[in-house]
């Protein structure tokens, strides 16, 4: 008779395809002395588990794809100089602050500054880009993404052999 704790032998068998090295190591035995009469330390087998190789082959055939390298190539188009101009705005915003105090406090209406203009500015041309590259995702990016979303998990499906 079996114990209820652990499943049956033929039920241990269906297992996803690859062995627990934790399955048959005892449980008791944490934080007690090794005294005469306790059971010896079951022998934990040093196994790793690793994704099959052919899978990692998928990823990397998607990532030398000519699809793949096309969405990247958009990304950097929109990316590298929409950082480079949101970083030269806010470094001469922080310049100008800096060396020409006189300007950033010159009245435009009322009690609003060029500083709080600039400022403001700073806040607006956050939320712009924002919605520019939400904008440029969906429309250049978002639809060749999920094809090769969806062609890899195909591919990576077939490795597996997953039926799902």
């Not at 041309?125 to 639809?143: K, V």
């Amino acid at each position: 008779m079996q114990s209820s704790n652990h499943p049956p032998r033929a039920e241990a068998s269906r297992s996803p395809g690859y062995d627990d090295p934790w399955h048959d190591a005892l449980a008791s035995g944490w934080g007690e002395s090794a005294g005469a009469g306790a059971p010896e330390p079951a022998a934990v087998p040093q196994t790793r588990v690793e994704p099959p190789r052919a899978a990692a082959d998928v990823y990397l055939e998607v990532q030398r794809s000519a699809a793949f390298q096309e969405v990247r190539s958009r990304y950097r188009r929109f990316v590298v100089p929409a950082v480079a101009a949101s970083l030269a705005w806010y470094v001469a915003y922080v310049v100008t602050a800096t060396a020409a105090p006189a300007l950033m406090a010159r009245p435009v209406a009322g009690a609003v500054n060029v500083a709080m203009l600039a400022g403001l500015g700073q806040f607006l041309t956050t939320f712009l880009l924002t919605w520019a590259y939400a904008r440029h995702a969906r429309l250049r990016r978002d639809r060749a993404a999920l094809e090769l979303r969806w062609d890899t998990q195909e591919l990576t499906r077939g490795v597996r052999g997953d039926a799902s």
